[in-house]
T-cell receptor
Framework: QKEVEQDPGPLSVPEGAIVSLNCTYS??????FMWYRQYSRKGPELLMY????GNKEDGRFTAQVDKSSKYISLFIRDSQPSDSATYLC????????????FGKGTKLTVNP | NAGVTQTPKFRILKIGQSMTLQCTQD?????MYWYRQDPGMGLKLIYY???????DKGEVPNGYNVSRSTTEDFPLRLELAAPSQTSVYFC????????????FGDGTRLSIL
């Protein structure tokens, strides 16, 4: 079983839709969870950063962590064409290590 | 705010040639990283550095070398380029150890022919 699993998609939705992106993981020691957004031909940029379980909201974006299920989600409300990108989840341990563990990314297209 | 700057943006190499990918950051971050990203394969850590003069191997270090003489710069050296090294290379930095968010450059697209 891979350490972090992420459905690569591609995922295509109409503008205004609610988007749900997900990752599952196998290591219960992960405590820090991040979502990165990567536009075509650009580097990943941090979108959301959460610690342990619970929800975090930032504008149209909500990050959710369910440690009991080893499952994290990113919800995008009122999706816009500018949200079209690849979304990568990433996680690390309490106390941290040098290596962030990344999912392979989900490619999202929001159609006008 | 420049953040993490990588040069060149694109490069084509012949098999057996060598080159250095440059990375510099202006955020005074201690930690710096080199990743490669292949289609559908996610990000793989090549090397990382916890400060000037200190480097260590990541997941896929073979065929690469790094040095860190200053806080700002972390060049990646390819010796004897091989087709398997065709990839997009990203440099990143973070203030402290890996549970801190990493800030990425825009990558170097490298083709080995």
């Amino acid at each position: 079983q891979k350490e972090v699993e992420q459905d690569p998609g591609p995922l295509s939705v109409p503008e205004g839709a609610i988007v749900s992106l997900n990752c599952t993981y196998s290591n219960s020691a992960f405590q820090y969870f991040m979502w990165y957004r990567q536009y075509s031909r650009k580097g990943p940029e941090l979108l959301m950063y959460t610690y342990s379980s619970g929800n975090k909201e930032d504008g149209r974006f909500t990050a959710q962590v369910d440690k009991s299920s080893k499952y994290i989600s990113l919800f995008i409300r009122d999706s816009q064409p500018s949200d079209s990108a690849t979304y990568l989840c990433a996680m690390n341990f309490q106390g941290g290590s040098e290596k962030l563990v990344f999912g392979k990314g989900t490619k999202l297209t929001v159609n006008p | 705010n420049a953040g993490v700057t990588q040069t060149p943006k694109f490069r084509i190499l012949k098999i057996g040639q060598s080159m250095t990918l440059q990375c510099t950051q202006d955020m005074n971050h201690n930690y710096m990283y080199w990743y490669r990203q292949d289609p559908g394969m996610g990000l793989k850590l090549i090397y990382y550095s916890v400060g000037a003069g200190i480097t260590d191997k990541g997941e896929v270090p073979n065929g690469y070398n790094v040095s860190r003489s200053t806080t700002e710069d972390f060049p990646l050296r390819l010796e004897l380029a091989a087709p398997s090294q065709t990839s997009v290379y990203f440099c990143a930095s973070s203030r402290f150890v890996g549970n801190q968010p990493q800030h990425f450059g825009d990558g170097t697209r490298l083709s080995i022919l």
